[in-house]
């Protein structure tokens, strides 16, 4: 059988290593998008719709260049005390937002959508509860020196997989949600519209 051309809107290396070790075959290409005015734009929305409309709409965006495909499209945020998070920009951020998320819960609310034709066919939201330990200045000096480029990369400074469990006191949530997509919903999905067997 041969598998329905699949596109994953995405450069992030997570969501990738996710299909590529469930055994999908797919092509990213990333949908660049300005997210700050989409966020403004929907700024009333609960966290759990913005999430929603974010990965919609990269997977619109790349689904009306190829129509024919199926999009994958997905998004996370992070909520804490009712602040959304977004990536930081350098580790002088990084450091402040963690900070913040010291020795609280926060919410890691993933989203993700599949387009067909231009139109979103299946799309799912869950949701990860992330209590950080309320560890000392000096830990957390550590840790910046040794998470490099995940400080930047990932909306919370951190991935789990690369070191920064540590930060953590209780996960309560799907593996998969944390690392930034559905994982096991979105197969099931996909097997449902026969894009994978």
């Known amino acids: 059988m041969t598998q329905s051309r699949l596109i994953l809107a995405s450069q992030s290396l997570a969501r990738q290593q996710m299909l590529e070790q469930a055994g999908v075959l797919f ?27 974010l990965a919609a709409a990269k997977a619109e965006k790349i ?10 499209g997905s998004d996370q945020i992070l909520v804490c005390e009712g602040q ?18 010291r020795g609280k819960t926060h919410d890691l609310i993933s989203a993700v959508t599949i387009f067909h034709q231009a ?12 209590t950080m330990k309320n560890f000392s200045d ?14 930047t990369s990932c909306v ?7 070191g920064g469990v540590r930060l953590f006191q209780q996960i309560d949530g799907d593996f998969f949600t944390i690392l930034g997509m559905p994982l096991l919903p979105l197969l099931q999905a996909l097997e449902d519209h026969q894009v994978i067997s």
């Not at 190829?66 to 994958?72: M, N, T």
């Not at 979103?120 to 509860?129: E, L, N, R």
């Not at 919370?156 to 690369?162: D, K, P, V």
């Open 27 to 53: 092509e990213s290409i990333p949908a660049h998008m300005d997210e700050k005015v989409l966020k403004k734009q929907h700024q009333n929305k609960t966290p759990q719709e913005l999430a929603r409309i």
């Open 63 to 72: 689904s009306l260049d190829h129509p024919s495909a199926f999009v994958i």
């Open 84 to 101: 959304i998070f977004t990536k930081a920009q350098d580790t002088d951020i990084a450091r402040e937002n963690l900070k913040k998320l």
């Open 119 to 130: 139109r979103a066919i299946w799309s799912h939201v869950d949701t990860a509860h992330m």
């Open 138 to 151: 000096n830990f957390l000096e550590f840790y910046l020196d040794r998470a490099g480029s995940i400080l």
């Open 156 to 162: 919370g400074c951190y991935a789990l997989e690369q």
